[in-house]
Structure formats: C-alpha cells, structure tokens
C-alpha cells in the first residue's frame, strides 16, 4: 500500500478563490476586509511567514498591512497599538507574529486583542467557544487539517483519532475539532507511556510535537490517515515534519507532506477567518 496525498497547496489554492469570490461580494456591499499584522523583532522565520501572509491577502483581494516594530519595543505600546487597531472600525482582523521577543508575554499580548477580531483563534474567548461548541475562531492550524480531512470525504464518526501534542495552538484545539465530529480522542504527550500502542490504534493521527521523525512505519497501522504538523529541518537543513514520511506513505491510507501539507493550509484558513470577521463586522453594522 501506498499512501495517497493530501495536497496542502492545492486544496489552499481552492480556498482562497472561494476567499477572492467572497470579498468581492463583500466588497459589492461597501466592506473591505482588512487584516492587520504585527511583527516585533527580526525574526527570520517569522519574516517569511508574515510575508506569506500578506501575498496570500493581497491575492484574494483581502487588505493586509504589516506593521514591522523594533525587537526593542516596549510591550505597553504593543498594547497600546492593538487597543487602537480594536478600535479601528476599517480593521477586521488582528495577528501578532508568535514567537515574541523574550521580555513581552505573549499571552498578555494575545489577551489584549478584542475575541471579534481575534482571527489567530488563540484568544480565550475563541479557546472557550470552541470547547463549547459556540461560533467563534478556530485555530488555524487545526482547522486546516480539519478541512484536509474534509478533502478527502473522511467521516470521522466513531473513529479513534490520536493527537500527538497538547500544545494550546494546535494538539488541546485539534482534540476538541475532532470530538466535535464524533471521533474518540485520544490526546498522547511527553509523559505517555507506550506511545506506539496508542497510535497503532488510531484511524487518524495527527502528529504535533516539532520532533523530526518522531511518528515511525511501524507505529501506524494500514490504512491510517496520518496529519503531520510538524516543521523541523533534516541533516541537510530542508524542510520535513515529526513523520518519517518515506516509510509512513507505505503503510497509512493518506498522508499529509512536508513541505506543502498543512502550511498552506494554516495560512488559507487564517483568509478564511479575517472574511468571516469582516462579514461578521458588517452584519452588526447593519
């Protein structure tokens, strides 16, 4: 057996002309979505990411601004420029580039960001709908892979679903996603004790832990689908996940690649939630 794809960037690429179709539209009403971005410090990788994030804007018709500050930046006036961007009617969504410099504490800075505008999903308040199953943003992590599942007609209905990581942005958020659907989650993390016997029980695994070749063959069972979530570099400094992906693709029923798995995925869906802020903005306004 071998694996079939879950192509990231093509479904990607499907969403955000869905996203440019629906902007239009809104747009037709007199409402330009806009997304306001923050990155403090130079960060490299948070430099490539914010960039991709506003091409992606730009290409479905979205209004993005980057707004690039000191890694000296107090965090009192980080806070004080997302409290005039939440009261900024022209702006729809807001996201601070994570990770912050060391002398900033994220959560504070996530916290400050109004829910409506929270388009990360990281908030509380998003965290709280989610767990409750009330509208708000979810992450867009999760919701990528949730949509890749989607992708493929998976019916998650009584399957066993293992989540490897706990993190608050993905592993707690991609649990929940699942449960919702009626899968039986199984959450595995650092302190699991026989990690194998978990994941070689599961119609689904979703790897999240940033651990290159973390997820082995031998601990997927046939037919799988495996989502792998991870971001690390090999030996020779390209880019891979915490699935070994060569000897995992002749095992599972559907893999997700690295790169051009989840990645395009998280930054369509990040679209996806500033077009429903806006949309949400506009109906309020009504």
């Known amino acids: 057996m071998t694996a079939q794809i879950i192509d990231g960037n093509a479904l990607a690429r499907q969403i955000r002309a869905e996203v440019a179709h629906q902007t239009a539209a ?96 990281f908030h509380v308040a998003s965290a709280g709908a989610l767990m409750v199953g009330r509208p708000g943003f979810w992450p867009c992590t999760p919701y990528g892979c949730m949509k890749m599942l989607d992708s493929i007609g998976y019916d998650l209905q009584g399957k066993h679903a293992v989540v490897i990581g706990r993190s608050n942005i993905v592993g707690k958020p991609m649990a929940l996603m699942l449960l919702a659907k009626n899968a039986t989650v199984t959450i595995c993390h650092s302190a699991t004790r026989d990690l ?65 798995g989840v990645g395009p995925m998280t930054r369509a869906m990040l679209l996806v939630n500033t077009l429903a802020a806006a949309e949400r903005a506009a109906d309020a306004s009504r």
């Open 196 to 260: 194998k016997a978990m994941t070689l029980q599961a119609d689904v695994i979703v790897a999240a832990v940033g651990k290159r070749n973390m997820l082995t063959a031998d601990m997927v069972k046939p037919g799988a689908v495996v989502i792998d979530v991870g971001m690390n570099r090999n030996d020779e400094g390209k880019l891979c996940g915490d699935v070994d992906f060569e000897a995992v693709r002749q095992i599972a029923g559907w893999i997700t690649p690295v790169p051009g």
């Open 26 to 121: 809104l747009q037709a009403r007199g409402v330009a979505p806009a997304l306001a971005i923050l990155l403090v410090g130079d960060d490299p990788a948070s430099q490539v990411y914010t960039r991709h994030k506003v091409n992606d804007s730009t290409e479905t018709g979205l209004r993005a601004t980057l707004e690039r500050h000191p890694v000296s930046m107090p965090q009192a006036q980080l806070l004080a420029r997302i409290e005039a961007l939440n009261h900024d009617p022209a702006v729809h969504g807001i996201l601070v580039q994570l990770p912050l410099p060391r002398h900033m504490d994220a959560s504070k800075v996530i916290e400050a960001i109004a829910p409506a505008k929270d388009v990360d999903g």
